[in-house]
């Protein structure tokens, strides 16, 4: 039979964690159809919009299905899959991820929850590395666990889920493309001890800030010595989104994920509204075209209807 699967979007990096934290978002969500078949492989339905490749080895979802068949020799499965795309790849809000992380839920699904949690992210990493070359999680951990979560390691895979205060999230999608590949081969490979002092302090208070649930203490960690000034130049009217949004009343934020998208993190929804008026003024006055949403961090992850 069918099922219809609800892949959201993820924030990865939280400004301050690159590689090591995310959060599960409601809006924007992909919504997929998986049925289990006899056929051996993965058969994935042409999508009009984006084009995205059919062949399964070349598809971030068709990957992990395929390591999944590969795993079950012995009982001859397959799967076919139809993916309607709500969050634009290349957006910088787990695009990638939340189609991976999708089909790999939908699939435990479909075999009777055969697998835990991390078993999942496992497969799913699969087609991130289809993605950008690179296994990373941060995307993935939290679109299948909901939530915030932090990836101490991949290798061995250690993923702790953060248990958070209610959080508002204000994104702003440039109609700029960056490749997630292009924007990790752009980083410096050395860092200056004084330079990592000052990130781990700001990662750990994060962490502290979250678990305490002290928004002062998450908005004066939301700042990344390493990666933002590198990645951000890539991005128009980066620094001018930051510093209005933070006028309007943002705890603070940065690049979400790889960019172009831009998030900005609030205690209330009120301020969240405030920042997209703010972010969509400025874009507007540059004619850039952009996409907004105003949403909260979604505890759920992935769901199955
Ligand atoms: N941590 C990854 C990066 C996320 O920033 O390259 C990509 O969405």
Redesign the pocket.
């Known amino acids: 039979h069918k099922i219809e699967i609800h892949a959201p979007g993820t924030v ?2 939280l400004v301050c964690g ?2 090591i934290l ?1 959060f599960c978002l409601h809006e924007p969500c992909d919504i997929m159809e998986l049925t289990l078949t006899d056929s051996g492989t993965v058969v994935i339905e042409p999508d009009p919009v984006y084009h995205l490749p059919t062949k399964p080895e070349d598809n971030v979802a068709g990957m992990p299905l395929l390591a999944i068949i590969e795993d079950h020799k012995e009982h001859k499965i397959g799967f076919h899959l139809k993916i309607t795309k709500n969050i634009k790849p290349g957006s ?1 809000i ?1 695009s990638s ?1 939340a189609s991976a992380a999708g089909a790999v839920v939908g699939a435990n699904h479909l075999l009777g929850h055969i697998f835990s949690k991390e078993e999942l992210v496992q497969y799913a990493m699969l087609g991130e590395k289809v993605a ?1 070359g690179v296994k ?1 999680a ?2 993935i951990a939290p679109c299948i666990y909901g939530g915030i979560t932090l990836i101490r390691s991949i290798a061995p895979l250690d993923i702790i889920p953060l248990a958070s205060p209610e959080l508002y999230v204000t994104i702003v999608h440039p109609q700029i493309e960056v490749k ?1 590949s292009d ?2 081969a752009i980083l410096k490979k050395q860092i200056e001890l004084k330079t990592a002092i000052k990130q781990w302090g700001n990662i750990a208070g994060l962490v502290a800030g979250i678990l305490q649930k002290d928004y002062q203490l998450i908005g004066r960690s939301l700042e990344d010595y390493i ?1 933002e000034p590198v990645r951000s130049i890539l991005i128009p009217k980066f620094d001018e989104v930051k510093a209005k949004a933070k006028i309007a009343g943002a705890l603070g934020g940065g690049i979400s ?2 960019g172009p998208s831009i998030f900005m993190l609030s205690d209330h929804l009120e301020t969240a509204k405030k920042i997209e008026l703010s972010m969509q003024e400025i874009y507007d006055e540059i004619n850039l075209s952009r996409h907004t949403y105003v949403t909260t961090i979604n505890n759920e992850g992935v769901k199955i209807i």
């Open positions: 990865a990096n690159f590689d995310g910088g787990g991820a950008t990373h941060d995307n997630t924007a990790r990666i994920g790889s």
